[in-house]
């Protein structure tokens, strides 16, 4: 099934560094090197970065930002969703609001020129080249109106807005991390050389090297997973089905599949597609912490308008044949039916 004639790619209009976010990016790169270095490698600190990608990685970014915050995929009381939130403001992903103006703005314009990382022009702009750019027409109230209105409604959100909070946070989890492996370094050696060493080991991998794997995985889904791999449906972008991001990712990298079923909780339509971040969602709701969870509908009409059911668009739905193995997902229902119910 071969993907449309997707146009787009960065605008030719002069564009401003972003030197914040060129900093920042470039900063926690060079921290995240030292990890090598005789002195803080250690075995433990390789766990703790990779369990540090599933719960801040796949239960913040994959789970709250993506899932919950910016297609609604399920609901939750809301001290679970800002405490998801706040595992995602700890990636350095920006706020809640900019990540939820972007991915829908992503999902309006995917892969023509308002599209803010279609990586069909350079791969490398895709990646992470857009971030290192300034986009007024994203970073404006009038985006964040357009496209956030639902999310910034909340004053918890509203205020990580304000006064770089969400940076804040970020710092502050960072120092926790610190006092955390110095603590322990104390305790198991009594020795404050052997404290401090093991205190920078854990701030780190804990969090810096943390952040570059959670970081490069995202951008993985919106570059590679719009480059390469295969269609389950025939979207009118370039979204893939990419096996190896699928996996790094917990589920993010069956793109296709989300791009054809967006509010849909579970990314992974077919068996081999192994998503982690719905079989977490189908964990919580076993503990009665989530509920309404959207299901899969192979055949909707929002894989035609893409967030059709969130902005409207300002020219009519294409109608579009049915994708050839359509027949054995159930047909498309006005309102997504829900798996459960909250008690």
């Known amino acids: 099934?071969?993907?449309?004639?997707?146009?787009?790619?960065?605008?030719?209009?002069?564009?401003?560094?972003?030197?914040?976010?060129?900093?920042?990016?470039?900063?926690?790169?060079?921290?995240?090197?030292?990890?090598?270095?005789?002195?803080?490698?250690?075995?433990?600190?390789?766990?703790?970065?990779?369990?540090?990608?599933?719960?801040?990685?796949?239960?913040?970014?994959?789970?709250?930002?993506?899932?919950?915050?910016?297609?609604?995929?399920?609901?939750?009381?809301?001290?679970?969703?800002?405490l998801l939130a706040v595992l995602g403001v700890c990636c350095l992903e920006k706020t809640p609001g900019h990540f939820v103006a972007t991915h829908r703005a992503h999902h309006q314009h995917s892969d023509r020129e308002e599209d803010p990382h279609s990586p069909l022009g350079s791969l490398f702009w895709g990646h992470v080249g857009w971030v290192f750019v300034e986009n007024p027409s994203l970073n404006s109230a009038a985006a964040y109106e357009k496209y956030a209105r639902d999310v910034l409604r909340d004053p918890f959100y509203l205020g990580l807005e304000r006064n770089l909070r969400w940076v804040w946070v970020y710092a502050a989890h960072a120092a926790l991390f610190l006092i955390a492996g110095f603590g322990a370094g104390w305790l198991v050696s009594g020795s404050a050389q052997e404290a401090l060493r093991l205190g920078l080991s854990v701030l780190v991998w804990g969090v810096f090297v943390r952040t570059v794997l959670v970081w490069h995985i995202t951008w993985s889904v919106n570059s590679i997973a719009h480059t390469w791999g295969y269609r389950n449906y025939d979207t009118r972008e370039n979204s893939r089905n990419n096996f190896l991001v699928g996996l790094i990712s917990n589920g993010e990298g069956w793109h296709n599949n989300h791009h054809a079923d967006q509010r849909a909780a579970a990314h992974g339509h077919r068996w081999w597609e192994i998503d982690v971040t719905y079989a977490s969602i189908r964990l919580l709701r076993a503990c009665g912490l989530v509920w309404d969870i959207v299901p899969v509908t192979a055949v909707r009409e929002a894989a035609a308008a893409p967030l059709h059911h969130l902005q409207p668009r300002s020219e009519p739905p294409r109608k579009k044949a049915a994708a050839p193995h359509a027949a054995s997902h159930r047909a498309p229902?006005?309102?997504?039916?829900?798996?459960?119910?909250?008690?």
Not at 6 to 15: E, F, G, K, N
Not at 333 to 343: C, D, F, G
Request: glycine share 6%.
């Open 1 to 82: 099934m071969s993907p449309p004639n997707a146009v787009a790619t960065p605008s030719a209009a002069p564009r401003r560094i972003d030197w914040p976010a060129l900093a920042t990016v470039l900063t926690i790169h060079l921290l995240a090197a030292t990890a090598f270095s005789p002195w803080l490698f250690s075995w433990w600190g390789v766990a703790l970065a990779i369990a540090g990608c599933y719960v801040f990685g796949t239960l913040g970014i994959n789970l709250g930002y993506h899932r919950l915050l910016t297609h609604r995929s399920f609901r939750c009381a809301a001290w679970l969703e800002h």
């Open 333 to 343: 229902e006005l309102t997504p039916r829900q798996e459960s119910k909250h008690p």
